[in-house]
């Protein structure tokens, strides 16, 4: 079957969710159909057990072939596979799909003559710049596994990152650029190797895509054997390279790892296969996004994140349409009309991006002035994730830009949306808050901390979604099958843990309300608090120490930090908050945002030791809070109070405006 957004396969969103449960088998090999398999499956589902399944267990594939070469093969490859606007440097390109093809085929061979094979994992360290998208597609040409690392992570991130996933090759940039700064990304490479030991890290090869607008850097590296790595330039090794055809992968055959925060300092790495999830974007395309050939999308968001894996990168160009790749900020750069000029000038169908951005948008231009400026005539629909959306912004975006606004669910582990409103099928009625309803395949309930089923209009729990998970959902965790079971599986037996609080309405619409761990969202970042912590208590003058989630009317979250003092140590509140805030940005990176420090005397917590993280954000934030009774000593609320009044918190870093 070819792609196609045709609305008439599909009768009603009731339907078709009923069937995916109905017959999962059924519903899912028939989606199949839309994949080109080198082998097609004729087994839909392996559940051998109810904690182990594999779609698609005897299909074969490749995943860059189905996103690249079908489209040309078809006598598509004139269309325009990808629009790469840099708002940074003013430039825009437009790759057609046979260019891309060839490009990612050379680029292929020159991983190929690394020693890159079927399986090797290739970490991919770069700006939002054609070659991330080559270099992942390039992996999947050859069957290597890619592991994106999102470009405002810090060195110590990177080495935790290639120590777990032990690439044998590093794909980067000679450099990013931020409004106002550039991000030298050789000497975060450089230093990610020396932090992992050259010996142990395993990488032999460093290939660096050299920016002409991000001049000096390259130069300093290409050609040594820097860190235990050779290193090598971009445009040298694919110059002397010849095309690689596209190696079969079994359906389950990991197509890439993503680190994604947990509770721990450790990242987790999320194993995603092949097969499944090329016939779940496949469909996401269709069903929810209503997206064909023809068709551009713009996911304002970053190949680091899971919305670019799945709706920069493999998503829009699985379904043969045109993806927007886009450096720049919502605002700043130079304003905040520059995603309604993306918009305009790529004739998008669809805008996907988190409400942060929509948040800056509205505090630089509440009147929504700039948009008057662009022909937005060729949207149809604006879609959210990555963090909760506030009502208010909601309708502010709706009413001002005047198309629907979906609101969808999901996270890295399940790769596409659980819950969302399908307008490939049909459009639902609209509740603000809400993230509308399951999506097939996806059997979701609200169970109480025991397991049991809860599920009943406006019963608030745990939100957790029936075994198995449907194509395209997290294989594992990488190198740790435990480590997956424990963390998803074990909580709520036959249930998947999403990690998210929420309830349905009477009609059956889901508002998802916030994590019930430590993993917090910053400007749609995802971010452990665990691993804030793990950094603080590096300090030499820091005992102990307490980072939680605070509302941020920009981010919608931002990490607060409470520390108490080493007896015997004297230093000045503002000069331990500067450090503080110094060793978050060093270790952890700029992402984390981190600003705010207070000094307590003591944390507030329970007789048996635990910090009363809720009660500390309930009062941070002035919501009502409860004390529990099993509180050490309720005097240290008061405490903590005042000391809330010695908050150091450093200004955000100021957004250069950038000339147009
Ligand atoms: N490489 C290096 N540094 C990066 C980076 C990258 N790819 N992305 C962000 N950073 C840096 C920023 O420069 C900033 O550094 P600073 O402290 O020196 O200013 C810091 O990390 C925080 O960045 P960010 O969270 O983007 O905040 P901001 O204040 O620069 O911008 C918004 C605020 C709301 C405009 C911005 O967060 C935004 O556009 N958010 C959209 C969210 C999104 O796309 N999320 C993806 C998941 S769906
Ligand atoms: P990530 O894995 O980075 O995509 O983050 C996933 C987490 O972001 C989810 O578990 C939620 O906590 C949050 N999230 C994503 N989308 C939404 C949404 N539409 N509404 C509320 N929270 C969301």
């Not at 050789?186 to 460093?206: N, T, Y």
């Not at 790529?346 to 662009?374: F, H, M, N, Q, V």
Request: with cysteine; aromatic share 8%; hydrophobic share 40%.
């Amino acid at each position: 079957m070819t792609a196609s957004n045709s609305k008439t396969q599909y009768t009603s969103y009731q339907e078709v969710w009923e069937r995916s449960q109905s017959d999962p088998a059924e519903f899912w090999l028939s989606e199949s159909e839309y994949i080109n398999w080198i082998t097609p499956p004729a087994t839909a589902l392996s559940h051998p057990s109810e904690t182990e399944w594999r779609w698609f267990p005897d299909g074969t594939l490749n995943v860059s072939a189905n996103a690249l070469d079908r489209h040309v093969d078809a006598g598509r490859g004139d269309a325009i596979a990808l629009i790469a606007d840099s708002a940074m440097t003013g430039t825009q390109e437009r790759v057609s799909y046979t260019e891309l093809r060839d490009r990612v085929a050379v680029f292929a061979g020159a991983l190929r003559d690394l020693g890159v094979v079927k399986g090797d994992r290739v970490l991919v360290y770069c700006p939002m710049t054609p070659e991330a998208v080559i270099a992942m597609l390039a992996c999947a040409r050859l069957g290597a596994i890619h592991s994106v690392v999102f470009g405002g992570f810090a060195a110590n991130e990177l080495a935790a990152r290639i120590d777990d996933a032990k690439p044998r090759v590093i794909v980067t940039s000679s450099g990013g650029l931020e409004p106002g700064r550039q991000v030298p990304y050789l000497p975060l490479v450089h230093r990610a190797l020396e932090i992992c030991g050259a010996e142990s890290s395993g990488v032999s090869a460093v290939v660096v895509a050299d920016r002409a607008h991000v001049p000096g850097t390259a130069a300093d590296f290409t050609g040594s054997a820097g860190a235990g790595a050779t290193w090598y330039d971009w445009d040298t090794i694919v110059a002397a390279a010849t095309p690689a055809d596209p190696v079969p992968v079994h359906a389950n055959d990991p197509l890439y790892i993503l680190y994604t925060s947990g509770t721990t300092g450790s990242p987790k790495g999320i194993v995603r296969d092949s097969g499944g999830y090329a016939v779940a974007l496949s469909w996401v395309m269709r069903g929810i996004y209503d997206f064909g050939p023809g068709d551009t999308i713009f996911t304002a968001s970053d190949v680091g994140w899971v919305v670019g894996h799945s709706f920069i990168v493999y998503g829009p160009l699985l379904a043969g349409g045109t993806t927007v790749l886009y450096e720049g900020k919502p605002v700043g750069t130079p304003d905040p009309g520059s995603f309604w000029r993306v918009l305009a000038e790529t004739g998008a169908k669809i805008l996907s991006t988190a409400p942060t951005a929509l948040r800056a948008i509205r505090r630089e231009d509440p009147e929504l002035r700039e948009r008057e400026k662009y022909d937005l005539s060729r949207l149809r629909a604006i879609y959210l994730a990555g963090e909760r959306m506030d009502p208010e912004t909601w309708h502010w975006v709706r009413d001002g830009i005047g198309v629907p606004v979906v609101d969808h669910w999901w996270q890295t582990e399940t790769g596409w949306p659980i819950c969302a409103n399908p307008l490939g099928i049909e459009e639902l009625t609209v509740k603000a808050g809400s993230t509308t309803v399951p999506m097939p395949g996806f059997d979701v309930r609200i169970v109480d901390s025991a397991g049991v089923d809860i599920t009943a209009p406006d019963v608030e729990g745990n939100i957790a979604i029936k075994l198995p998970l449907p194509p395209g959902g997290m294989l594992e965790i990488w190198g740790s099958r435990q480590r997956f079971l424990d963390s998803y599986l074990a909580a709520f037996p036959g249930y998947y843990a999403s990690g998210d609080a929420g309830h349905f309405d009477e009609d059956g619409h889901l508002f998802v309300m916030g994590r019930t761990d430590d993993v917090i969202n910053v400007a749609g970042h995802r971010l452990s608090t665990g691993s804030l912590e793990e950094v603080l208590t590096q300090h030499p003058a820091v005992a102990e120490c307490a980072v939680i989630g605070i509302h941020d009317p920009l981010k919608g979250q931002r990490a607060a930090g409470f520390v108490t003092v080493s007896r015997g140590t004297r230093i000045p509140n503002e000069e331990l908050a500067a450090a503080l805030i110094a060793l978050i940005r060093d270790r952890v990176g700029p992402v984390a945002s981190f600003r705010d420090v207070t000094v307590v005397n003591r944390l507030p917590k329970t007789r048996s030791g635990k910090i009363l993280r809720k009660t500390m954000r309930q009062i941070v934030d002035g919501e009502a809070y409860t004390v529990p009774a099993t509180i050490e000593d309720s005097g240290v609320i008061d405490e903590f109070i005042a000391a809330l009044a010695q908050t150091v918190s450093a200004p955000p870093t100021r957004a250069v405006t950038l000339p147009r």
